[in-house]
C-alpha cells in the first residue's frame, strides 16, 4: 500500500512538471504571439491555470521531502516530550486543514460542473477543468498528512529531516 501511495505523489510531480512547462510554454507563446501582432484570446489565464495545477499537484511531495516551511528554529530547542507533542499536534491541525481543502475543493469543482461555470477571460473555459488540478493535489495533501500521522505512530519519519532534505539538494 504504501508503494502504490508513493507512486502516486510520484504521479502528481510528474504532472507537477508537466503543468510547469505548460506555463513557460503558454507564456513563451505569448511573448513570441505579441511580438509578431497576432492575438491568442486567453493565453494568460491558461499560464494562471497551469501555475496552479502545478502548486497544488506538488504539495504532497513537498510535504514528504521537508520543503514546507517547519519552525525547526523553535523544535529544536524544545525538550523532547514536548517536541513530539508539538509535532503530533501540527500533524493533526495539518491533516484536519488538508481535508478540510481537500472537500472544499471536491465541492468548487462539483458546482462549477453541475453549474456549466467557465471562465470570466476570453478563453471560456470550463472552470471544472483546471480545478481538477487542485483536487488531486489537495487530496495527495491529505493523504500524505494521514500518511505521516500513521508513520509517526509507528515510531517511523514521514518528513524528511533538514540532513535527509540537505542530502538532496
Not at 117 to 128: E, H, K, N, R, Y
Not at 135 to 151: D, N, P, S, Y
Request: glycine fraction near 6%; include cysteine.
Amino acid at each position: 500500500m504504501a508503494r502504490l501511495v508513493s507512486n502516486f505523489y510520484q504521479g502528481l510531480l510528474f504532472l507537477s512538471c508537466l503543468s510547469m512547462v505548460a506555463a513557460f510554454c503558454t507564456v513563451l507563446l505569448g511573448v513570441v504571439a505579441r511580438e509578431v501582432q497576432w492575438d491568442i484570446p486567453g493565453l494568460d489565464a491558461y499560464a494562471g491555470y497551469a501555475i496552479a495545477c502545478s502548486l497544488f499537484l506538488a504539495l504532497p511531495s513537498t510535504l514528504r521531502q521537508g520543503e514546507h516551511i517547519r519552525v525547526t528554529l523553535v523544535l529544536d530547542r524544545l525538550p523532547t516530550r514536548m517536541r513530539a507533542v508539538l509535532e503530533w499536534a501540527c500533524l493533526l491541525l495539518g491533516l484536519a486543514i488538508a481535508l478540510a481543502l481537500a472537500w472544499y475543493a471536491m465541492r468548487l469543482a462539483w458546482v462549477s460542473w453541475t453549474t456549466h461555470d467557465v471562465s470570466a477571460s476570453a478563453d471560456a473555459t470550463p472552470l471544472w477543468i483546471p480545478q481538477l488540478g487542485m483536487v488531486l493535489g489537495c487530496i495527495g495533501f491529505a493523504l500524505a498528512f494521514g500518511q505521516a500521522l500513521l508513520m509517526r505512530w509507528r515510531g517511523q519519519h514521514f518528513i524528511a529531516t533538514a540532513a535527509e532534505a540537505a542530502r538532496t539538494e
